[in-house]
């Protein structure tokens, strides 16, 4: 699918998307409760869908009428394989269903094991983190033909995890670790990145109540035997996307965005201090705390003074390799971009609209920030469908805003 965008002045105001992180973490929270919670602002983004189809393989019921879902929660200490759990091209459904697929004594007791599945590219991503806790607690983890297959039951106890590792991990674990017999201990080296995604999961715990503390900087704390509790809650606002519209006074927009909580707990909002930076200056910016901003600071960088990024090895290792994608399509627009293996830099040389058909690289995010740039430029680019991963309605919201982008 293409989309061809035409140079425009956006101009409006629109409503910030829910929060796709904190989707994930509620859905998961309420399908491991004894009773029926409602949750408002789950949208029907891929992503959201994969969560969904995970939890129904698991045995939850869950039904979605417009953008609220009701979910009645099972015990996954007695489920039992059945189909296989279809992520699609969710990292971070995969991550937190794994540790949950060896809470099943039933399964154990058996010797069952669970199937996950997703696309191509979700299934070349790393778990090292989970063989690794497989291997030393004898459990089941084998990769094959697109799959990986888990068994056995985790036990509690202490659990030393890297702390520049996808917090995605960490969240999984949290999500087990309250259903089994005893306590365990999350030991998290330093330094820890995307420390803000683990803060968002102990809020989203806490709300289906579920406790978990950190003791100090670097240790959760997670009492066995809880319970979680039905809940009704709603989605806040999601600064990940929503970056891609503020992103448009930079370029010279009129536009802004309303329903995003101030003191959110995302790490992403960390945009509103850096795209003034960017706008006036060619700074330095560390994010690996905010792997998922990288290629809306080096589009942002292209029309602006460049910038240097620092912290970005977790960019190969997304949907696309996002620094390489990122520059060579930046190229196109006659920007270079420098790639290191922690750092890529960006330098506007002759920045001019792109002479040739743009390449989404089946990433949403890549998609969101090419479409930023073309919005002033104009051009083409294909993969447009990938916004469906986690904003279907993006190109909606951009004409809304008087963009003139035609899907083809």
């Not at 809020?203 to 009704?232: C, E, K, M």
């Not at 909002?269 to 960017?278: G, L, N, S, V, W």
């Not at 994608?325 to 190229?331: K, N, S, Y």
């Amino acid at each position: 699918m293409i989309a061809e965008i035409k140079p425009a002045r956006l101009k409006g105001i629109i409503q910030a998307p829910p929060s796709k992180s904190m989707g994930h973490r509620m859905m998961i929270c309420a399908a491991l409760a004894n009773g029926i919670s409602h949750i408002e602002g789950i949208s029907d983004s891929e992503d959201m869908h994969a969560t969904l189809d995970a939890l129904t393989a698991l045995g939850v019921s869950c039904t979605k009428k417009g953008s609220a879902v009701e979910i009645r929660g099972t015990d996954l200490r007695k489920a039992k394989p059945a189909a296989s759990l279809a992520c699609r091209e969710s990292g971070s459904t995969l991550r937190f269903m794994i540790p949950l697929c060896m809470v099943s004594d039933e399964a154990a007791a058996k010797d069952e094991h669970f199937t996950l599945t997703g696309s191509p590219r979700l299934m070349e991503r790393p778990q090292s983190v989970y063989e690794e806790i497989c291997v030393k607690q004898k459990l089941t983890f084998i990769r094959k033909d697109g799959a990986i297959e888990v068994g056995g039951k985790l036990s509690a106890g202490v659990y030393e995890i890297a702390g520049n590792i996808s917090s995605q991990f960490i969240t999984g674990l949290l999500f087990t670790l309250p259903l089994l017999d005893n306590d365990s201990i999350l030991s998290i080296s330093e330094p820890i990145e995307s420390r803000s995604y683990i803060d968002m999961t102990i809020a989203a715990l806490a709300l289906f109540g579920i406790r978990v503390n950190w003791s100090d900087h670097h240790t959760i704390s997670i009492a066995g035997n809880q319970q979680y509790t039905p809940a009704d809650v709603s989605v806040e606002g999601d600064y990940s996307n929503t970056a891609f519209f503020e992103a448009l006074p930079c370029l010279g927009h009129d536009v802004s965005v309303t329903g995003l909580n101030e003191n959110s707990l995302q790490g992403d909002r960390i945009y509103r201090t850096i795209f003034p930076q960017i706008a006036s200056g060619c700074p330095t910016v560390h994010i690996g705390d905010c792997p998922d901003l990288g290629p809306i600071f080096m589009a942002l960088a292209a029309a602006k003074h460049g910038i240097t990024l620092t912290g970005t090895k977790r960019l190969k290792i997304k949907e696309s390799d996002r620094g390489t994608a990122m520059a060579a399509e930046l190229a196109k627009f006659g920007v270079k971009a420098e790639l290191e293996e922690d750092t890529i830099r960006v330098i506007p040389e002759a920045f001019h609209a792109p002479d040739e058909l743009l390449h989404g690289h089946n990433d949403h995010r890549i998609v969101m920030a090419l479409a930023t740039l073309l919005t002033v430029t104009g051009g083409r680019i294909d993969d447009a469908q990938a916004v469906s991963k986690s904003l279907p309605d993006y190109f909606t919201l951009l004409n809304s805003l008087g963009a003139e982008a035609i899907i083809k």
